[in-house]
């Protein structure tokens, strides 16, 4: 072939793999992408936020951040949820409900900043390590329009405009990245990389509330929103019971150990994060879908299908970031910080169980309010609480991993259980057995003492044999299956949903 026409055969070659693609896989590769660029950016500021701040001053930026979250849960009122469950249908009728969210997304974040702003003295003299009112007004105008941000960014998920989502996202990570960087490495610390988080929410708030109210519209209706946060609300306890899951230990360990420990903690649970990023395309896919498809013909076998697989997914993805993360914490890092490697498989494990209890909650989700989730969320962090109490103050940083694991685990069990008995999902698990046996040994060989580089070498080739095995198996279909487009693929099988 001459060389001036192999790019032209390349590229033939790319579209026509391209379009063998079911829409579901489609929608995947476009998540993928925009995840993957913005974690890859998170990756790369991270050396400079590491180099230029201190173990102690991450750690506050982490408490800033968990404060930021759960501002995030108030301001986003539960509005994805209530979109995903009354405005998802393309008629009229959903196109209005979309422009109801929309308009209460709005009163919402305004509220939110006015009183932040009235706030933010008292609030800052609340938090457990020195921070600046001025921190707290940024921090909290970011914050308060989480759902403006986020009602636009899944009207598009509903729409089936994953590319366009995906640049919406990729757009904003890459401005907030260089504006993070650019404050940091001008000297302005911790205010700085909330001063780029601010700008940049402020930026795409403002885009994506107006590309989507040229769609739906921007309806301001009182009359229906005690309607529509009826169902949101309860979701917001259960949002708060998951904060308690996921960063109110750090809160707890302010008042037992020193600030650079938390910093550590802190580094090892954003790199364990990698595990949760792995599986995000399959989750951006197949969260919107997963309750219609229960009232569609077949749809609760394919549901069973498509959990199966995620299951897979999720086990293998926490066993490559427990078999990676260490690594890159020692190779991006500076020494301060490399006491986090040995945090990060115990994290990828509360991380996993996180996952696969979303991923059997479909059940729960099916009612008319969101009350069944909030319940089972909230006793789980009750155990979180009960178990960070008896633990942090004899075990620091370690009995917090622990108390983690213990309340992800009891919330997936209470998840599996009350799920199944409102909506049955057969789930086949004898697929699963190698597949995930392979995963837990690659993640347990490198902590193996002694082994050194050989146990990350096994670690390696584990993980490689697992994800084999899972093709091999039918947990997940292999790429010749996706390209065939068979009717009992995942990808296939969730497309029409």
Known sequence: MPAHRFPIAALNRALALWSGLSGGLRDSVFYGASLGWTKALAML??????????????????LLSSAGEIGALFAGAGLVDTAYRFASGTDAKGKRAAGEILGLA?????????????????LAAMMPLPTKAAEIVLLGSAVALE???A???????MRGKA???AAATAIRSTVQAGLVAGCVAAGWGVTGVLAGGMVAAVAAAGVLAARQARDSGLIVAPQRSGHLLAYGVPLVGGGLASFVLG????????????????????????IAMVAALLTQPF????????VGLLTQTGGIAQSARIVTAGITLTVLAAAGAAVAGPILIHALTPPAYHAAAAMVPWLCAAIALQSLGSLVNVGCYAGKTGAMPMLINMAAAAVALACYALLIPAYGVDGAIAATVAAQGARFGLFLIVSQRRVHVPLSLRPLLL??????????????????????AGGVALMLAGVVLAMISGAVPSPVAFRARPAAALAEAGAGA
């Not at 709005?106 to 008292?122: E, H, R, W, Y």
């Not at 550590?264 to 649970?269: F, H, P, V």
């Not at 989750?283 to 997963?290: A, G, I, K, Q, S």
Request: proline residues 8%; glycine residues 8%; contains cysteine.
């Open 45 to 62: 500021t991270l050396p400079l936020l590491t180099a230029m701040l201190a173990p102690a001053d991450f750690a506050r930026l982490e």
């Open 106 to 122: 709005t009163l919402i974040a305004l509220a939110g900043i006015g009183l932040t702003v009235a706030f933010a003295a008292p």
């Open 147 to 149: 759902a403006l941000i």
């Open 151 to 157: 009602v636009p960014l899944a009207f598009m998920r």
């Open 163 to 165: 590319g366009t989502y």
């Open 247 to 270: 960063t109110a230990d750090r809160w707890l360990l302010a008042g037992t150990v020193d600030a650079a420990n938390i910093g550590q903690y802190a580094l090892a649970a954003k």
């Open 283 to 290: 989750e951006l896919w197949w969260y919107p879908r997963r």
């Open 435 to 456: 597949p995930i046996g392979c995963a837990m040994a690659a993640a347990a060989l490198p902590q193996v003492p002694g082994l050194g580089l050989l146990g990350y």
